[in-house]
């Protein structure tokens, strides 16, 4: 191995249309012109080299490198494709090389930032509810999503390991920082447990607006009308627009039946409400080794592939609507290929979200429309 020394004069390195990637200005090293030709077992591809304009090779030659011929025995080409990634949410094991890189990054959060719900101002922005069980990761994956957006980690919601929810308080979070507030709210819940906690009635109230910001939970009382700030008429703005079952990945195979009938409980609510319902399956790096080490592993894990699949089946929910995630939890810095699996989930519920909404508008406005043609035959 040799070192050569720029010596400054530019176009260190260039593309060329015509010859590739080239070395040095004065054409130091090229290695194709054109096309080629194969002679015998030799591709002949009329590169070039002349060496010492814009390197200081110390005395080295083209001699001394190949002989001064640009005959070769075997060339290896390769293709390097940044492709956003596979939104369907599908393990693609044929994917060629999928690149989680922060220019990804980057096109999802802009996408996420000029996201608008149809009608800005009927609906500022669309609801997201977290609902699981405890300890399934719902407040570390609004911190995960608020240090996404914040680009650094951020802990705004308390996270833990406790036997009952941590979280007591149901809290509608705006994700403040950077220049913008995205539209879209993510909103918190006490986690679902065997014997108390939230239950049907309780998450009926949540997902129809009803519950307001900063609603202190009781497990011992249901959420009534006469609750503390029960929302009495809420508008569109208010109710849940998508429901995200936030289910650990890692113990999704013990979790207790009553648990997961609670969860498809949530589940036949929001359909009777054409509410649409996604999982952000998270502690995936808990189910994969690989996935731990590079999270950017996580379409090619068989073993996650298996375990979206099993919820998809029990939950009766389309595969591409299983959102595998990493959730900052240790971390001191964010990385690009967690951020892109955070902005994945969020970008598949904001568009369902839009799509209810859009419906709902077009609902209204058959409803207006019917109510003035009946107004018209009554006059
Ligand atoms: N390794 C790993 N740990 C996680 C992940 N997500 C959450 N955790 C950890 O799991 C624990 C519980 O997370 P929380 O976010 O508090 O869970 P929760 O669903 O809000 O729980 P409750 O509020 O108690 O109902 C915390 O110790 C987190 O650090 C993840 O993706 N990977
Ligand atoms: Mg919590």
Redesign the pocket.
Known sequence: MVKFARNGKGNDVFDDATYGPTFGGGNNLIFFSNSYTKSGAYCNTYGSSNFGNTYNTNGYSAKTFNGNSNAYLDIEVYAREIQEMNYMGKINHGAKVTLLTGAVRDSLLDRLLSFSTPSPTKVPAARLL?V?????????????VSSVFKGEIRSQ??????P?????KYRVYAIRGGHQTPAFRLC?????EEDQ?LDVVDMAYLLGGHVPDHFQFNSAVRITRESAGFVKDPGLADVIHCVAL?I???TYKVMSSKVKEKLLGVQTLARDRDIPVHVVL?????VCQDV?EDPSLIFRSRAIENKVKDISDAFGIQSNHVQP??????ETSIDPRVDILTLNALRQMTVSAEDYIEDRLDDKEVETDTKISKMNISS
């Open positions: 977290l699981g069980s405890v300890v399934a990761g719902k407040s570390s994956f609004f911190n995960t919601a308390a996270t833990g390991t406790t009952h929810s941590l979280t007591t918190d819940t006490m986690g679902l906690g936030v650990d990945g890692s998270t502690e995936v790096d808990k731990a995630v990493k959730n900052y939890e240790s």
